[in-house]
């Protein structure tokens, strides 16, 4: 498990982090269509909090997009970087998960957040933030609709509806099992719309949420136990320096 400490100069105030939002914002690439589904790899990144001991836990998982065995995983433990704030919460991820990413003994392909891109008040969610930093295609595939509106999709696996905040559509309502909620899909970084919901359709052929989710979800939910065991090494290794 990679340690990480909070980069020097971090944003330490919600000021700071809208700041860097609006500078990063301007790099995000909208006009490139991304990998094709099924083929190379597709990595899911997650992260686990225990607030109370302040850690925070990211895992990276590759899979195989054809066969969706996992390839490679790589964790990281940190302190969390940033207060609960909504709309900057990829400021509290961002450190630990790029570390498990670097950790990783192979490319990624394409990066599946379990968050938004588009889909944040200043379009500009974890997502899009990790694709800017890392030049990695990325998508956010959520649970939930945060802020926006949208029409229920039909009821049959692979239904969509536009996700909208007014007029402008964010991301997709995408129906994933059928008659089951669907997920919300956005674009991160160097991906197209349609083209994140082709992949997610393929990271889903038995669950609602993508496989590489699930995966990622598991690892860093063990990794945060973990880490958070009395004596862990890990822990001490990233506390502050005096």
């Known amino acids: 498990m990679t340690t990480v400490r909070i980069p020097a100069g971090w944003p330490a ?32 990144v997650d992260v686990a909090y225990d607030d109370e001991r302040d850690v925070v836990v990211a895992a990276a998982v590759v899979l ?3 066969s969706l065995d996992v390839v490679a995983e790589a964790t990281a433990v940190g302190r969390i970087s940033f207060p609960y704030v909504p709309g900057l919460l990829a ?5 630990t998960v790029m570390a498990a990413l670097e950790a990783l003994p192979c490319p990624p392909g394409l990066v599946v957040c379990d968050g938004y891109g588009r889909a944040h008040p200043r379009r500009f969610g974890l997502a899009a933030h990790l694709g800017v930093l890392t030049g ?22 692979g239904s969509a509806s536009p996700l909208l905040a007014d ?12 008659s089951v909620k669907p997920v919300f899909v ?13 992949h997610t359709l393929a990271l889903t052929p038995q669950y609602r949420l993508p496989e590489t989710t699930r995966h990622a ?11 958070t065991r009395a004596g862990s ?10």
């Open 136 to 157: 990695l295609p990325t998508i956010g595939v959520a649970k939930n609709p945060f802020t926006f509106t949208y029409d229920d999709p039909d009821t049959a696996r």
């Open 91 to 95: 400021f509290r991820e961002i450190p």
């Open 217 to 227: 979800d598991a690892l860093c939910r063990r990794a945060l136990k973990e880490a």
């Open 186 to 198: 956005s674009v991160g970084h160097r991906v197209s719309l349609a083209n994140a919901c082709a």
């Open 13 to 44: 105030t919600e000021e700071q982090a809208r700041a860097v939002q609006d500078e990063l914002r301007t790099r995000v690439v909208l006009d490139e269509p991304g990998p094709p589904p099924g083929k190379g790899h597709v990595t899911g």
């Open 233 to 242: 090494p890990q822990m001490e290794q990233a506390a502050p320096d005096a």
């Open 167 to 178: 007029t402008e559509e964010v991301g997709r309502a995408l129906r994933t099992r059928e």
């Open 64 to 66: 195989d997009a054809a």
